[in-house]
């Protein structure tokens, strides 16, 4: 786990080494707008940033809101589709516009239109970092039969049996001025039999449930664009002064250096889970260079991530390092198979520790080498078998390697150029 000084450090460095120390004062002025910014390169995919409006909207304090992940705004009554589809939009590195029901801090509830934009790196062209904008709607209350609340609770959990049901629906829903009568489908009966409800009825009101739709004007729409554009713009800006420009849309330029797919954010988010320390490296890659580097294996070496990613992992050994050590790496990779050394290594002030290194070939869904994993652990004045948990240093390692093994065949897949 981080200590919290480590945590607020890697906070502060997501934004300040992207765009410069005066990218958060000059997000401030946009006060009107209730905005995040998140990094997918942190744990659990943290907000780093967040607004003064944003703040006032949902009744948190700003301690209480960076460092975490924005699932805290979810509440009972959320709607799952609408949450799944913010992931996939996450994992797709898309931007996404949706209607969604929110929780404040005191409990109650609001209908919030939720637009979801990517940044990304001009030099990498990989995600650094998700803006994230919500606009307070208007919230819809409509009546339905508790047999449709049945319904649209089952159908959730059988996709493949409601496609056809979810399209007839959407076709047969129609609201009146404001959500005061609608077409709702009698699910009882017949598929194809629709009656109006008018919810001023009294009788009309009996056996059902009071259900709420969310449903975003081209106002709120063209406003939470409009904040879109103006956090952008600053942070093209601002990234400017530290020479690593950005964009909102991806930029596949032949001259700049490919990291490799492990750029995907969903792939980084699903690695940064692993709380061990411990690199990713690319064998397809000239002088097989660190492509993703675990939050653990920064706070143990020194290193910052941008000193580490596009490196070869050289860059830990010192004058002492054992040469035999390097070479039964180099033969383990050259045969693609595991290997377990405990090695003299450096930390980025020079100072020594012994390093329990296991490393191991992680492949894709189709069984080529995809990538290899280092796992570190700090044995220095320990036993070579020494545990403080009960469970073995090997344990450890091998536990991490499987997580990131199935991390990588899950989210790479076959179709990967590996």
């Not at 200590?3 to 958060?24: F, H, P």
């Not at 979810?74 to 969604?100: F, H």
């Not at 930390?347 to 296991?358: S, T």
């Not at 189709?366 to 290899?372: N, P, Q």
């Amino acid at each position: 786990m981080w200590s919290g000084s480590w945590k607020q450090k890697q906070l502060e460095e997501s934004l300040n080494k992207a765009y410069s120390d005066g990218i958060r004062e000059a997000l401030d002025q946009f006060n009107k707008y209730n905005f995040v910014i998140t990094d997918p390169f942190l744990m659990d995919h943290p907000i780093v940033y967040a607004s003064e409006g944003f703040l006032k909207m949902t009744g948190y304090s700003r301690e209480e809101v960076l460092g975490r992940n924005s699932r805290f705004l979810q509440g009972p009554d959320t709607d799952r589709r609408s949450v799944l589809e913010i992931r996939e939009a996450i994992r797709r590195e898309k931007s996404c516009q949706v209607s969604i029901l929110n929780y404040k801090k005191d409990g109650t509830s609001f209908c919030n239109f939720f637009h979801l934009a990517p940044v990304f790196s001009k030099d990498e062209g990989r995600v650094i970092h998700f803006i994230g904008v919500q606009t307070p709607i208007q919230k819809c209350s409509r009546l339905c039969t508790s047999t449709d609340v049945e319904n649209d609770t089952r159908k959730q959990h059988e996709p493949s049996a409601s496609a056809n049901i979810n399209a007839n629906a959407s076709n047969h829903l129609i609201y009146f001025g404001s959500c005061r009568r609608e077409l709702c489908r009698d699910f009882s009966g017949d598929l194809g039999h629709i009656r109006l409800h008018n919810s001023f009825t009294e009788d009309d009101q009996k056996g059902r449930v009071l259900k709420h739709a969310c449903e975003a004007k081209e106002s709120d729409k063209q406003k939470a664009l409009a904040a879109i554009s103006c956090v952008m713009s600053e942070l093209a800006h601002f990234s400017k002064y530290t020479g690593k420009s950005v964009s909102d849309t991806r930029c596949d330029s032949a001259d700049r250096v490919r990291v490799s797919p492990i750029c995907s954010s969903s792939l980084t988010i699903a690695l940064n889970r692993i709380q061990q320390s411990f690199v990713l490296v690319d064998p397809h890659l000239p002088d097989m260079p660190i492509v993703h580097a675990s939050n653990s294996f920064l706070q143990l070496t020194g290193y910052s991530r941008d000193e580490v990613l596009g490196n070869n992992c050289r860059i830990l050994q010192g004058q002492d390092t054992n040469q035999e050590d390097i070479s039964k790496i180099r033969q383990s990779i050259e045969a693609e198979q595991p290997c377990t050394v405990r090695i003299l290594n450096y930390r980025k002030d020079g100072n020594p520790f012994w390093n329990l290194l296991h490393t191991a070939p992680v492949r894709n869904a189709s069984g080529k080498v995809a990538f290899y994993v280092g796992v570190q652990l700090d044995v220095t004045g320990m036993e070579y078998n020494h545990s403080d948990t009960g469970m073995t240093s090997q344990m450890k390692q091998l536990g991490a390697v499987g997580a990131v093994r199935v991390a990588v065949r899950s989210l790479l897949g076959a179709g990967s150029s590996r």
